[in-house]
Nanobody
Framework: VQLVESGGGKVQAGGSLRLSCVAPGFGFDDYVIGWFRQAPGKEREGVSCIATSNGRTNYTESVKGRFTISSDNAKNTVYLQMNSLKPEDTAVFYC???????????????WGRGTRVSVSS
C-alpha cells in the first residue's frame, strides 16, 4: 500500500494549511487513517485519526479546535485542515493506516514518506 502525503509548506503563525493523504488504488472504506508528526529531536506523535467507515475522529489535545480531519472515501483521500498554526506545529507530518481503532503509531501498518510543515513566528 502506497500512501502519499501532500500540502505541507512554510507559513507564518496563524496561517493555515491543508494536508492530503492519498492511497491510489487502495480502498479506504474500512480503515483508520491517522496523521502523525515528528519534530526535530522528538518522538513521533499522533495528531489525529479517523475511522473511514463511520467518521469517528480523535485529536491530540494540542490541536483540538484548530485541526480538522476528514475523509473522502470515493477519492481514497484523507485531509487534515490545519488552522491557527503555531511554531510548535513545525514537523514532518505522516499519514498511516490501521485496521482497528488506535491512536498509537506502533499499531499502524503502512506509512507515507511525510510532508514537511514549517511555521514561523
Amino acid at each position: 500500500v502506497q500512501l502519499v502525503e501532500s500540502g505541507g509548506g512554510k507559513v507564518q503563525a496563524g496561517g493555515s494549511l491543508r494536508l492530503s493523504c492519498v492511497a491510489p488504488g487502495f480502498g479506504f472504506d474500512d480503515y483508520v487513517i491517522g496523521w502523525f508528526r515528528q519534530a526535530p529531536g522528538k518522538e513521533r506523535e499522533g495528531v489525529s485519526c479517523i475511522a473511514t467507515s463511520n467518521g469517528r475522529t480523535n485529536y491530540t489535545e494540542s490541536v483540538k479546535g484548530r485541526f480538522t480531519i476528514s475523509s473522502d472515501n470515493a477519492k481514497n483521500t484523507v485531509y487534515l485542515q490545519m488552522n491557527s498554526l503555531k511554531p510548535e506545529d513545525t514537523a514532518v507530518f505522516y499519514c498511516a493506516t490501521c485496521v482497528f481503532w488506535s491512536v498509537l503509531p506502533q499499531h499502524y501498518d503502512y506509512w507515507g514518506r511525510g510532508t514537511r510543515v514549517s511555521v514561523s513566528s
